[in-house]
C-alpha cells in the first residue's frame, strides 16, 4: 500500500488540477531555459574540440543541437514578450524536451559504429527523466518514441550478438528506473503543490472565521451595554463610559445627572 500511495494524488477540484498543470509549465519553462543555455555551452565545446578533425556525423550532430537550443530560447524569449497561451508553451517544452531526446538517439546509434556504447542515451534519458516534470501521458509521448525508436535501430549499427543482448538487458533496467525516478518527483512536486493550497484554503477560512467571529463579539459587546427596552445604554454600560472618562487623560471635567424617572414601565 505503502509503494502504491507513492503513485497516487489526493482527490481534488479540477480547477486545482488547472493550477497545477500551470505551475508545472512555469516550472519546465524555467528549467528548460537554463537547460537550453547549458546546451548551448557543451555543444560549443564539442564542436570547436571536434572540428580540427574534419566536418563529420558528429559535428552535425552537435551543430543540430547547438542550432535547437538557440532556436529555443530565441522562442522563449518571443513567446514572453507576446505572452502566448499556456497550450503553445507546453507544446514548445515538450518538443525541446523530446528533439534532445532523440539528439541522444541519432548519437548513440552512431556510436555502435565507432565506440558500442550507449552513454549518449542514457546521459540526455537520465536528465530528462530527474529535470523535467511530466505527468505519466507526457512522458509517454516525449519518452516511448525515442525508446522504440533506438530499440528498433541498434540491431542495424551494433553487430555483435552480446554486445547488442546487453545493451537491452542495461537500458531496459535503466529506463524503468528513470522512468520510476520521473513519476516520484512529479507525484511528490503535486503532492506538495496540494497541500500547499490545502492550507492557504484552511488559513482564508480560519481568517474569514475570526473576522467574523469580532464582528459577532462587537455586536455582543454593544448588546451587553444597552437596555434592550430603550436601547440606552445600562448600568454595564455607564460604567464602562466612567471608567473610559477617568482614564482619559485630559483635563476635561465630568459632570453626572441622577434623574428619577416616575412610572418609567409605562
Not at 493550477?19 to 570547436?48: D, G, Q, S, Y
Not at 533506438?150 to 555483435?160: A, D, E, N, R
Request: aromatic residues 16%; glycine residues 6%.
Amino acid at each position: 500500500m505503502g509503494i502504491l500511495h507513492a503513485f497516487t494524488l489526493p482527490s481534488v477540484p479540477k480547477e486545482n488540477k488547472q493550477k497545477l498543470k500551470e505551475v508545472v509549465l512555469e516550472e519546465n519553462w524555467k528549467r528548460t531555459k537554463l537547460f537550453a543555455i547549458i546546451i548551448l555551452f557543451f555543444e560549443a565545446i564539442l564542436i570547436v574540440r571536434q572540428l580540427p578533425g574534419g566536418i563529420d556525423l558528429y559535428v552535425g550532430l552537435y551543430l543540430g543541437l547547438f542550432s535547437a537550443a538557440a532556436i529555443y530560447l530565441l522562442c522563449i524569449y518571443i513567446m514572453e514578450k507576446k505572452k502566448i497561451p499556456t497550450g503553445y508553451r507546453m507544446f514548445m517544452v515538450h518538443f525541446f524536451v523530446f528533439l534532445f531526446l532523440a539528439w541522444g538517439t541519432m548519437v548513440t546509434l552512431l556510436d555502435q559504429l565507432h565506440y558500442g556504447h550507449v552513454m549518449a542515451f542514457v546521459v540526455n534519458y537520465m536528465c530528462v527523466s530527474t529535470l523535467f516534470l511530466a505527468n505519466g501521458k507526457h512522458y509517454l509521448l516525449f519518452a516511448l518514441p525515442n525508446v522504440v525508436f533506438l530499440y528498433v535501430g541498434l540491431p542495424f549499427y551494433q553487430q555483435s550478438a552480446n554486445m547488442l543482448s546487453g545493451h537491452y538487458t542495461n537500458l531496459t533496467v535503466f529506463i524503468f528506473f528513470c522512468w520510476l525516478a520521473s513519476q516520484l518527483l512529479y507525484k511528490g512536486f503535486a503532492a506538495n503543490f496540494f497541500n500547499k493550497l490545502l492550507l492557504t484554503e484552511i488559513n482564508e477560512e480560519l481568517e474569514a472565521q475570526i473576522a467574523q467571529n469580532e464582528v459577532m463579539n462587537e455586536q455582543l459587546k454593544k448588546q451587553a451595554m444597552l437596555d434592550e427596552l430603550t436601547g440606552v445604554p445600562n448600568r454595564r454600560g455607564f460604567q464602562d463610559y466612567i471608567h473610559s472618562a477617568l482614564a482619559n487623560e485630559s483635563k476635561r471635567r465630568l459632570s453626572l445627572f441622577l434623574l428619577d424617572v416616575d412610572a418609567f414601565k409605562s
